[in-house]
């Protein structure tokens, strides 16, 4: 199944380490954003961008860092920074039309432990 | 700020019971609405959205504005329809989407 990829699908990180979960998307959607799903509170929304070489911050975007340097692809950065970066973490892209939102498609994810 | 709220974590029926899954939400505007489902080893996918008015895997939802709830129904709960399921709310520009803390569903024999 296509469509959004996630790599890796588990990654370790040792204390005071940035790592970065890599998202790639082969629909031409405009828009993609990252999320963390911790047990118990669903989905938080970290970075999400709208267009290339453009993003946002999210909810809960300190201790991380994104870029947007081509439509398909959208890395996060987990940085030592964050403190309990223990959790899973998703990629979704969706089209942007006016002013309908449109469905969102999301990735297999990427499970990141600490060391 | 937008809070979107599933009171039950896990919901448990019997194969041919009647489903409603309990999402309210408080958002200061016109809110679109989303269901979304993930199965067991599947990915997180859209399920309905309320402007679609449509039915989907037997499952509707209707937007009660006046009670700020967006419950999910099935008259007829299926054992494939063991799942997790999210409501979610469109809050604002962008197409963020919100999302409540998710209720299990699990359909017994």
């Known amino acids: 199944d296509g469509g959004i990829t996630q790599s890796p699908k588990y990654l370790f990180r040792k204390e005071g380490q940035n790592v970065t979960l890599s998202c790639e998307q082969n629909?031409?959607?405009?828009?993609m954003y990252w999320y963390r799903q911790d047990p118990g509170q669903g989905l938080r929304l970290i970075y999400y961008s709208q267009i290339v070489n453009d993003f946002q911050k999210g909810d809960i975007a300190e201790g991380y860092s994104v870029s947007r340097e081509k439509k398909e692809s959208f890395p996060l950065t987990v940085t030592s920074a964050q403190k309990n970066p223990t959790a899973f973490y998703l990629c979704?892209?969706?089209?942007?039309?006016?002013?309908?939102?449109?469905?969102?498609?999301f990735g297999d994810g990427t499970r990141l432990s600490i060391l | 700020a937008q809070r979107v709220t599933q009171p039950e974590k896990l919901l448990s029926v019997f194969k041919g019971a009647p489903v409603e899954l309990k999402c309210n939400y408080s958002?200061?505007?016109?809110?679109?609405l989303f269901w979304y489902v993930q199965y067991s080893r599947q990915r997180l996918q859209l399920l309905l959205r309320?402007?679609s008015r449509e039915s989907i895997k037997g499952f509707t939802a209707d937007l009660n504005k006046g009670e700020t709830s967006f419950h999910l129904k099935k008259p007829f709960a299926q054992e494939e329809d063991s799942a997790m399921y999210y409501c979610?709310?469109?809050?604002?520009?962008?197409?963020?989407?919100?999302f409540g803390t998710g209720t299990q569903l699990k359909v017994e024999l």
């Open positions: 629909l031409n959607h405009d828009a």
């Open positions: 979610a709310p469109s809050t604002g520009g962008g197409n963020k989407l919100t």
């Open positions: 309320h402007i």
């Open positions: 958002y200061s505007g016109s809110p679109e």
């Open positions: 979704a892209s969706s089209l942007l039309q006016g002013y309908s939102n449109q469905p969102q498609h």
